[in-house]
């Protein structure tokens, strides 16, 4: 589903990331730690087509993402989906026009993103926040909402930054889990960075900047 293939990120001249080879399967959970700085935040906006880089592959569903125009960028992004530390809805609207919007932007129809709202909302017992906006909403709530907006137009990758680093250590447990039970319903591939050692435990694979050199990197995965 996701593929770095001997890719290189430099920074002027410091370079970040060096000779990184991995691969993320369809439907796999992957934990991203390590401590700041060391380039995890770097990965998934290369993995999301935020950020370019100097030199080697990005493959994407199978197809060659390094070099696509930025249309063509914005057009993949469309099948990706980003989930931060703070949840970055949209204040002016309800949480049922935050679930609606980024589903119109990927071109479903409205009617059909009316009807995927509606459902996710209850099958997670959310449906009465519906009519909310963010700043009526607790930090649990509002997070589990951005994770919905994630998980909502079916992506193909989830990519999510310290979905947790904001919450104390039950909400953190929680929306952890929310993330989780999102990516295996739908078998959708999730990478996650995270600091929290116990969480990342609960996904497939863990993958840790700091104990490896970017050589063994394609090992740990």
Partial sequence: MLKFINVQKKFDDNIILNDINFSL???EIVSLVGESGCGKSTILHIAGLISSINSGQIIINGH???N????EKDKIRTKIGFIYQFHHLL???SVYENLIIPQIISE?????????????LGKFNLLFLKDRKPK???GGQNQRIAILRAFIKNPLIVLADEPTGNLDKINADEIFDFILENSRLKGISSLIVTHNLELAKKTDRIIDMNRINHTDFKKQL
Avoid: R, V, W
């Fill in 136 to 138: 009526q909403l607790s």
């Fill in 25 to 27: 399967d369809k439907g």
């Fill in 108 to 120: 479903i129809s409205i009617h059909e993103a009316e009807k995927n709202t509606i459902n996710l």
């Fill in 68 to 71: 696509l125009k930025k249309t």
């Fill in 91 to 93: 204040p002016e609207f």
């Fill in 64 to 66: 060659n993402c390094t």
